[in-house]
C-alpha cells in the first residue's frame, strides 16, 4: 500500500480496490501516482506508430482496432493511477478484457470456419463482462480471470512462432517474450516487496516499468501478428526499421488485391 499523500488530493479519499508501491500526491494534486500515470506515455506512442504503419500500408481493420485498443488501455490506465477512484479503475481493467478478446479474434479467426460466430461470442462476452464489472468489485478474481484470457493465446502464439522461417520475425516473438517475462518480475516484486523498495533512497517504481515493458510488449506482439497475417495473404512481409529502431512490418500487396 502507498504512503500517505505529501500533496492535497484534487480527487479525495481513494476509493480503487488496488493502490500501488508509490507516494500519493508527491509532484501534483492532481495526480496520485506520478511515475505509474505518465510511464502509460510510451505505449500510446509506439501503438500510434503501428496504426500509422496499419493504416497507410492498408492492413485489415482488426490490426487498426487492435493499435486503438493499446491506446484506449493505457488512457485509462492514465486515469485510473492519475485518481485512484473506483470508476476509473474499471476504465482500466475492462479495455485489459476487451484487448485480449481482441488478440484472441487476431489469433484464432484464420483457422475459425464459422466466420460470424466468433466475433459475436466475444462482443456478447466483452459486453457482458462490462455491465457486471460496473456493478462487481471482483478483487483477484479480476487478476485470474485476465491471466486465462492470456493463457488462452499462447497456444497460438507459439503455432505461428514455429512456422515463422524468417529470422527477423522470430525475434520480434522472443522479444515480446522477453518484455512480458522481465514485466511481470518487476510487477511481482511491485507487490510482493513494497515495504522494503519503500525505504529505499529511490524506489525502482516496478509497476511503471511494468507499463513501459508492456507498451513494448504489445508493439512487439502486433507487429509479429502483423507479419504473420501477412504471410497468410501472401503479402510477401519484410520486417524494416523505423529511424534504424522501431521494427515495422513492410508488405508488398499483389496488384489484384
Known amino acids: 500500500m502507498a504512503d500517505t499523500s505529501m500533496?492535497?488530493?484534487f480527487w479525495g479519499p481513494v476509493t480503487s480496490t488496488t493502490e500501488w508501491c508509490e507516494k500519493n500526491y508527491t509532484?501534483?494534486?492532481?495526480?496520485?501516482?506520478?511515475?505509474?500515470?505518465?510511464?502509460?506515455?510510451?505505449?500510446?506512442?509506439?501503438?500510434?506508430?503501428?496504426?500509422?504503419?496499419?493504416?497507410?500500408?492498408r492492413f485489415e481493420k482488426r490490426f487498426s482496432v487492435l493499435h486503438i485498443s493499446n491506446m484506449i488501455l493505457a488512457i485509462g490506465s492514465m486515469l485510473f493511477h492519475a485518481t485512484l477512484q473506483h470508476v476509473q479503475q474499471q476504465s482500466d481493467e475492462t479495455p485489459m478484457v476487451w484487448e485480449m478478446l481482441l488478440y484472441l479474434y487476431?489469433?484464432?479467426?484464420?483457422?475459425?470456419?464459422?466466420?460470424?460466430?466468433?466475433?459475436?461470442?466475444?462482443?456478447?462476452y466483452g459486453a457482458a463482462?462490462?455491465?457486471?464489472?460496473?456493478?462487481?468489485?471482483?478483487?483477484?478474481?479480476?487478476?485470474?480471470?485476465?491471466?486465462?484470457?492470456?493463457?488462452?493465446c499462447i497456444p497460438r502464439m507459439y503455432k505461428y512462432y514455429i512456422h515463422t522461417k524468417d529470422i527477423a520475425a522470430k525475434r520480434l516473438a522472443k522479444l515480446y517474450v522477453a518484455t512480458?517475462?522481465?514485466?511481470?518480475?518487476?510487477?511481482?516484486?511491485d507487490r510482493l516487496f513494497c515495504k522494503q523498495l519503500s525505504s529505499w533512497y529511490i524506489n525502482p517504481q516496478g509497476h511503471a516499468l511494468w507499463h513501459v515493458l508492456?507498451?513494448?510488449?504489445?508493439?512487439?506482439?502486433?507487429?509479429?501478428?502483423m507479419f504473420c497475417r501477412a504471410q497468410q495473404r501472401e503479402w510477401n512481409p519484410q520486417v524494416a526499421h523505423l529511424f534504424g529502431f522501431f521494427?515495422?512490418?513492410?508488405?508488398?500487396?499483389?496488384?489484384?488485391?
Open 7 to 9: 500533496i492535497s488530493s
Open 27 to 57: 509532484h501534483s494534486s492532481y495526480i496520485a501516482e506520478f511515475y505509474n500515470t505518465i510511464s502509460n506515455i510510451p505505449c500510446i506512442l509506439l501503438a500510434l506508430i503501428g496504426l500509422i504503419n496499419a493504416l497507410r500500408q
Open 106 to 124: 487476431v489469433l484464432y479467426s484464420p483457422d475459425w470456419h464459422y466466420r460470424s460466430t466468433m466475433p459475436t461470442f466475444l462482443f456478447l
Open 129 to 152: 463482462f462490462a455491465v457486471v464489472h460496473s456493478f462487481v468489485r471482483f478483487g483477484i478474481g479480476f487478476k485470474v480471470h485476465y491471466v486465462v484470457l492470456c493463457f488462452l
Open 180 to 189: 512480458i517475462f522481465l514485466g511481470s518480475l518487476c510487477w511481482l516484486f
Open 214 to 225: 508492456m507498451g513494448f510488449n504489445s508493439y512487439f506482439a502486433n507487429t509479429f501478428l
Open 247 to 257: 521494427p515495422y512490418v513492410k508488405i508488398q500487396k499483389p496488384k489484384k488485391q
